[in-house]
């Protein structure tokens, strides 16, 4: 059977509202990038460089906003879609929810990226954000176990509220550690949306266009438009930040889209032998986020063994780690990019084609991984052969003129 829906109204996969989804979060993200960018330069408000960042020009932060409109625009346009409709109130609370959600932790994420808000401040903002989300709807009611025969847990609103809130606290700090390097958050963050989007209309094909699928694959699709128009601005060398504003949205809105599609599948849809299938959300979710989720526990881990609190700034990422190994600032992200893809496929491939092809095809996928990642050039000569201009500082004219650890600078748009 064709994923296609017989007819856009009616129940199946909207394929094409869908990709319309997309490419109206790219357009507006990537046309706005371009606006806060130019008005940013124009004002001063440069992020100055740290001794943990791998920058060291001045450069706008606070692409998150445009990122924000992105996805606000196509969520605006699919309320308005027929096809789509069904995952608006009355019918499901979720978009409602993660409007407001995202909303606020915009606000927070602007105001880090201004004025360097403390790290208490920014989680008790994070938590809000997250316990707001689950307040209007969006939360984790069903876990499949998959042990001792298998079960479905119903939790009661307490366990939910406290998974849910939990889950997304973790996404949301997992994406803003992780963006230390040019292009890797936006690029991650586009990966684990389409992931997470192949498996939503998974979902909705199986269940025959079920109400409760419909807005996880309305919010991956925006949040895959938003990053991949991002990604032109962001990547090495990147002309402006997404700042603390977009990482967190980032980790927000994955959250809220696996957590709506993983307490909404319906057990009695497969048999006992598809388990992949039965806990292909979390899968799919753990899978797509795996390497900043890897790197979040590993930081906090060393972190507080060295007696320094899970929030202070390092140089011990992975991105970090490989460049350390030799690769250049562009291979260290596509490198992270190809590992991701990898682990992603297999999770979503599992639910798609026979388990003998995914066990095949992921072996040939993850041999060439390992050789991609231990096959190192030397990073200038990578710089060299695209042409890439020295990083440095020189032409930047610093003002002297400090507000709260941000900088101005006079820099041409």
Same mark, same amino acid.
Not at 76 to 83: D, N, R, T
Not at 255 to 265: D, K, N, P, W
């Given at each position: 059977?064709?994923?296609?829906?017989?007819?856009?109204?009616?129940?199946?996969?909207?394929?094409?509202?869908?990709?319309? #989804?997309?490419?109206?979060?790219?357009?507006?993200?990537?046309?706005?990038?371009?606006?806060?960018?130019?008005?940013? +330069?124009?004002?001063?408000?440069?992020?100055?460089?740290?001794?943990?960042?791998?920058?060291?020009? &001045? %450069?706008?932060? #606070?692409?998150?906003?445009?990122?924000?409109?992105?996805?606000?625009?196509?969520?605006?346009?699919?309320?308005?879609?027929?096809?789509?409709?069904?995952?608006?109130?009355?019918?499901?609370?979720?978009?409602?929810?993660?409007?407001?959600? /995202?909303?606020?932790?915009?606000?927070?994420?602007?105001? *880090?990226?201004?004025?360097?808000?403390?790290?208490?401040? %920014?989680?008790?903002?994070?938590?809000?954000?997250?316990?707001?989300?689950?307040?209007?709807?969006?939360?984790?009611?069903?876990?499949?176990?998959?042990?001792? =025969?298998?079960?479905?847990?119903?939790? *009661?609103?307490?366990?939910?509220?406290?998974?849910?809130?939990?889950?997304?606290? /973790?996404?949301?700090?997992?994406?803003?550690? +992780?963006? =230390?390097?040019?292009?890797?958050?936006?690029?991650? =963050?586009?990966?684990?949306?389409?992931?997470?989007?192949?498996?939503?209309?998974?979902?909705?094909?199986?269940?025959?266009?079920?109400?409760?699928?419909?807005?996880?694959?309305?919010?991956?699709?925006?949040?895959?438009?938003?990053?991949?128009?991002?990604?032109?601005?962001?990547?090495?060398?990147?002309?402006?930040?997404?700042?603390?504003?977009?990482?967190?949205?980032?980790?927000?809105?994955?959250? /809220?889209?696996?957590?709506?599609?993983?307490?909404?599948?319906?057990?009695?849809?497969?048999?006992?032998?598809?388990?992949? /299938? #039965?806990?292909?959300?979390?899968?799919? +979710?753990?899978?797509?986020?795996?390497? &900043?989720?890897?790197? #979040?526990?590993?930081?906090?881990?060393?972190?507080?063994?060295?007696? %320094?609190?899970?929030?202070? &700034? *390092?140089?011990?990422?992975?991105?970090?780690?490989?460049?350390?190994?030799?690769?250049?600032?562009?291979?260290?992200?596509?490198?992270?990019?190809?590992?991701?893809?990898?682990?992603?496929?297999?999770?979503?491939?599992?639910?798609?084609? &026979?388990?003998?092809?995914?066990?095949?095809?992921?072996?040939?996928?993850?041999?060439?991984?390992?050789?991609?990642?231990?096959?190192?050039?030397?990073?200038?000569?990578?710089?060299?052969?695209?042409?890439?201009?020295?990083?440095?500082?020189?032409?930047?004219?610093?003002?002297?003129?400090?507000?709260? =650890?941000?900088?101005?600078?006079?820099?041409?748009?």
């Amino acid at each position: 059977m064709s994923l296609l829906a017989a007819q856009s109204g009616g129940a199946g996969v909207p394929i094409r509202e869908l990709a319309m #989804l997309v490419l109206v979060s790219a357009a507006v993200s990537y046309l706005l990038t371009g606006v806060v960018r130019f008005v940013l +330069v124009r004002s001063g408000w440069l992020d100055a460089p740290r001794t943990r960042d791998v920058h060291d020009i &001045p %450069k706008p932060r #606070l692409g998150g906003v445009a990122m924000y409109s992105g996805v606000v625009a196509a969520i605006a346009l699919a309320s308005v879609m027929p096809a789509l409709n069904r995952g608006f109130p009355p019918m499901t609370p979720d978009m409602r929810a993660v409007v407001a959600a /995202a909303s606020l932790l915009l606000i927070v994420g602007i105001w *880090d990226d201004l004025f360097d808000l403390d790290a208490l401040t %920014k989680l008790v903002g994070q938590v809000a954000a997250a316990l707001l989300m689950s307040f209007m709807g969006v939360n984790w009611y069903l876990l499949y176990i998959p042990f001792s =025969g298998g079960a479905t847990l119903i939790l *009661d609103p307490i366990m939910s509220t406290v998974l849910t809130v939990l889950f997304t606290v /973790a996404l949301i700090n997992a994406f803003n550690f +992780v963006d =230390g390097i040019d292009g890797l958050a936006a690029g991650l =963050g586009m990966i684990a949306a389409a992931a997470i989007l192949v498996y939503s209309m998974v979902l909705l094909h199986d269940q025959g266009g079920t109400v409760s699928a419909y807005p996880p694959a309305m919010i991956s699709a925006c949040l895959l438009g938003a990053c991949l128009g991002f990604l032109p601005h962001n990547f090495e060398p990147a002309r402006i930040f997404m700042g603390d504003s977009g990482a967190m949205m980032i980790g927000l809105l994955l959250a /809220a889209a696996s957590v709506s599609a993983s307490g909404r599948i319906a057990p009695s849809m497969y048999g006992t032998a598809d388990v992949i /299938a #039965l806990i292909s959300p979390v899968v799919v +979710v753990i899978a797509a986020i795996s390497v &900043p989720m890897l790197d #979040l526990l590993l930081a906090v881990v060393r972190r507080v063994s060295q007696g %320094k609190s899970p929030f202070s &700034p *390092d140089k011990m990422h992975i991105h970090h780690r490989l460049l350390s190994m030799g690769h250049s600032h562009r291979r260290v992200v596509l490198v992270l990019y190809l590992w991701v893809s990898v682990v992603a496929y297999a999770a979503v491939a599992t639910t798609i084609f &026979p388990f003998e092809f995914v066990a095949l095809t992921f072996g040939v996928l993850l041999i060439i991984a390992v050789v991609f990642t231990l096959r190192r050039r030397n990073a200038l000569a990578d710089d060299r052969s695209r042409g890439a201009r020295p990083r440095s500082g020189s032409g930047v004219r610093q003002v002297i003129r400090r507000r709260r =650890g941000r900088r101005r600078y006079n820099l041409r748009p």
